[in-house]
């Protein structure tokens, strides 16, 4: 690594100077490791993640560093093939280091964003079972799942990691839902399910499918735009479940009762556990102005969200569903709510026109005016500092800032400063509690991300994932005080009814 590590002569330099100075091999090894130590592998997609280009920029810098970051590349594994599975299982029986750094493993048909069949699914399981103890995460995409795939041994083998606590389905096609259920109830040690972009071939079940064995210990759901009966087996696993967190995607016309029922019958189900909500709003029509309030009522009712302490709206464009907030606010009962947050998504090719199509909006409309009033309600006292978010992200490359869609930095700082004095003229009451948060910069102080102002704005899913944590700190700070006074109560009330000794 010494040998790679030099700096190049400055040009012009004769040959005659001397070297320029090597870092040591430990050196380099520990600069590796501490750009290794942002790569988040908690996000599904890492496509343009800086610490990800960093490290494979790393690696072809010579042979050591190659070597130095082979290990932590491969924490995610990518199979799409059966040659994949077994050159992975030639590599972990040649570097047996290997089995204890594979964290997670995606099994995708061969063609990105097509799906088609993934036969190595079963490969994988049976060849591969025990040989992974660090395994983690499992990741099925892109596929097509016809039936006979997978042998009923295979599906036996999956239990073999017996680590694996969450499961990733996206832009699958099922042939039955009694197959998603048995791959669900394969997985013993399962806590958090992503169904995202799933189909199913089977319309209409025959009978009911027995529940995975192993619902009651989901913790998480993500479920967003999978076919009707997906949703009803994932309705009934949530009944079955203690859900902390629901991710919930819909879409469709809510005019109509059939896509409106579905929606409201797994809000429902996990109503009495859930404490952190996001919902992802693409309605394919506008509802009238006048029919709002009965639509949230009978879709997106949350009256029923006692646990909650935070919640995330995501809208798409053109914002349509953007009216619904108010009344979706409104109907919230809950005394442990904290947090709330509003994310617009732009069309990555139009990002400065939807940009400022939704702060004309926020500006013409009395939607702010509405959030500020219902806000000072008794049930939101407790809303954190900074508590209130807005930001706007984008639906094309991943990791990208909002500000690299602009023609200009000026622009988008324009469109930033107007949004800023929108916010604080609308919502005064609101920006004199000090709960909103419109956040444009982040510092990192301490290893903690700090607000860099009181009202901005964030524009991008990374610094909306920050405000998040910053959020669970106060909210663990906040549980921690409650149970330490309650502690202190109980103690003072057992001294008070303690028997008179003193005589």
Same mark, same amino acid.
């Given at each position: 690594?010494?040998?790679?590590?030099?700096?190049?002569?400055?040009?012009?330099?004769s040959s005659q100077d001397d070297p320029a100075p090597r870092l040591p091999t430990e050196i380099c090894g520990r600069i590796i490791d501490h750009v290794a130590a942002g790569l988040n592998l908690h996000y599904t997609s890492l496509a343009g993640n800086p610490a990800l280009l960093a490290l494979q920029s790393c690696a072809l810098v010579c042979r050591d560093w190659y070597f130095h970051t082979w290990y932590h590349l491969r924490q995610r594994v990518h199979l799409r093939d059966r040659?994949?599975?077994?050159?992975?299982? !030639?590599?972990?029986?040649?570097?047996? !280091?290997?089995?204890?750094?594979?964290?997670?493993?995606? @099994?995708?048909?061969?063609?990105?964003?097509?799906? =088609?069949?993934?036969?190595?699914?079963?490969?994988?399981?049976?060849?591969?079972? +025990?040989?992974?103890?660090?395994?983690?995460?499992?990741?099925?995409?892109?596929?097509?799942?016809?039936?006979?795939?997978?042998?009923?041994?295979?599906?036996?083998?999956?239990?073999?990691?017996?680590?694996?606590?969450?499961?990733?389905?996206?832009?699958?096609?099922?042939?039955?839902?009694?197959?998603?259920?048995? #791959?669900?109830?394969?997985?013993?040690?399962?806590?958090? #399910?992503?169904?995202?972009?799933?189909?199913?071939?089977?319309?209409?079940?025959? =009978?009911?499918?027995?529940?995975? #064995?192993?619902?009651?210990?989901?913790?998480?759901?993500?479920?967003?735009?999978?076919?009707?009966?997906?949703?009803?087996? #994932?309705?009934?696993?949530?009944?079955?479940?203690?859900?902390?967190?629901?991710?919930?995607?819909?879409? +469709?016309?809510?005019?109509?009762?059939?896509?409106?029922?579905?929606?409201?019958?797994?809000?429902?189900?996990?109503?009495?556990?859930?404490?952190?909500?996001?919902?992802?709003?693409?309605?394919?029509?506008?509802?009238?102005?006048?029919?709002?309030?009965?639509?949230?009522?009978?879709?997106?009712?949350?009256?029923?969200?006692?646990?909650?302490?935070?919640?995330?709206?995501?809208?798409?464009?053109?914002?349509?569903?953007?009216?619904?907030?108010?009344?979706?606010?409104?109907?919230?009962?809950?005394?442990?709510?904290?947090? @709330?947050?509003?994310?617009?998504?732009?069309?990555?090719?139009?990002?400065?026109?939807?940009?400022?199509?939704?702060?004309?909006?926020?500006?013409?409309?009395?939607?702010?005016? !509405?959030?500020?009033?219902?806000?000072?309600?008794?049930?939101?006292?407790?809303?954190?500092?900074?508590?209130?978010?807005?930001?706007?992200?984008?639906?094309?490359?991943?990791?990208?800032?909002?500000?690299?869609?602009?023609?200009?930095? =000026?622009?988008?700082?324009?469109?930033?400063? !107007?949004?800023?004095?929108?916010?604080r003229r609308k919502m005064p009451r609101c920006n004199g509690r000090r709960i909103l948060t419109y956040v444009l910069h982040w510092v990192r102080c301490n290893g903690r991300d700090a607000l860099s102002s009181l009202l901005s704005i964030v524009h991008s899913f990374e610094e909306h994932e920050n405000w998040c944590y910053n959020m669970n700190e106060i909210h663990e700070a906040t549980q921690h005080q409650k149970a330490k006074t309650g502690v202190e109560v109980q103690s003072e009330?057992?001294?008070?009814?303690?028997?008179?000794?003193?005589?």
């Amino acid at each position: 690594m010494e040998e790679c590590a030099s700096t190049a002569a400055a040009s012009g330099a004769s040959s005659q100077d001397d070297p320029a100075p090597r870092l040591p091999t430990e050196i380099c090894g520990r600069i590796i490791d501490h750009v290794a130590a942002g790569l988040n592998l908690h996000y599904t997609s890492l496509a343009g993640n800086p610490a990800l280009l960093a490290l494979q920029s790393c690696a072809l810098v010579c042979r050591d560093w190659y070597f130095h970051t082979w290990y932590h590349l491969r924490q995610r594994v990518h199979l799409r093939d059966r040659n994949d599975v077994r050159s992975l299982s !030639r590599t972990l029986h040649e570097r047996p !280091r290997l089995r204890g750094v594979v964290q997670q493993v995606v @099994i995708s048909g061969h063609t990105p964003r097509q799906r =088609s069949p993934i036969q190595h699914l079963g490969t994988f399981s049976a060849m591969l079972a +025990g040989k992974l103890p660090e395994l983690s995460r499992i990741s099925i995409e892109d596929a097509e799942w016809p039936v006979g795939l997978m042998r009923v041994e295979d599906f036996g083998y999956l239990a073999a990691f017996h680590l694996v606590h969450t499961l990733d389905i996206a832009n699958v096609t099922v042939s039955s839902i009694a197959q998603l259920a048995r #791959l669900i109830s394969a997985l013993p040690a399962l806590r958090e #399910l992503y169904c995202v972009n799933v189909d199913c071939s089977q319309k209409h079940p025959v =009978s009911p499918v027995s529940l995975p #064995l192993n619902c009651a210990s989901l913790e998480f759901l993500d479920v967003r735009w999978v076919a009707p009966a997906v949703e009803d087996l #994932l309705v009934r696993i949530s009944q079955a479940s203690r859900l902390r967190k629901l991710y919930f995607g819909v879409d +469709g016309d809510y005019t109509s009762s059939s896509a409106g029922s579905r929606t409201q019958a797994l809000l429902d189900a996990s109503a009495a556990s859930v404490e952190v909500l996001t919902l992802w709003i693409a309605p394919a029509s506008s509802v009238d102005s006048h029919t709002v309030g009965s639509t949230v009522e009978r879709h997106f009712n949350l009256s029923r969200h006692e646990m909650l302490w935070r919640l995330h709206i995501c809208l798409y464009h053109p914002f349509v569903a953007w009216s619904w907030i108010p009344h979706m606010v409104s109907r919230i009962h809950s005394d442990h709510l904290m947090a @709330i947050s509003v994310l617009f998504f732009i069309h990555a090719d139009h990002a400065s026109a939807n940009l400022d199509g939704a702060v004309t909006m926020m500006e013409e409309d009395g939607t702010l005016v !509405r959030l500020d009033d219902i806000l000072q309600a008794d049930c939101f006292a407790d809303i954190a500092s900074g508590g209130i978010c807005l930001g706007f992200d984008h639906d094309g490359i991943d990791w990208l800032p909002v500000v690299k869609l602009f023609d200009s930095e =000026s622009s988008f700082r324009e469109q930033c400063g !107007r949004r800023d004095e929108l916010v604080r003229r609308k919502m005064p009451r609101c920006n004199g509690r000090r709960i909103l948060t419109y956040v444009l910069h982040w510092v990192r102080c301490n290893g903690r991300d700090a607000l860099s102002s009181l009202l901005s704005i964030v524009h991008s899913f990374e610094e909306h994932e920050n405000w998040c944590y910053n959020m669970n700190e106060i909210h663990e700070a906040t549980q921690h005080q409650k149970a330490k006074t309650g502690v202190e109560v109980q103690s003072e009330d057992d001294a008070a009814h303690a028997p008179d000794t003193s005589g």
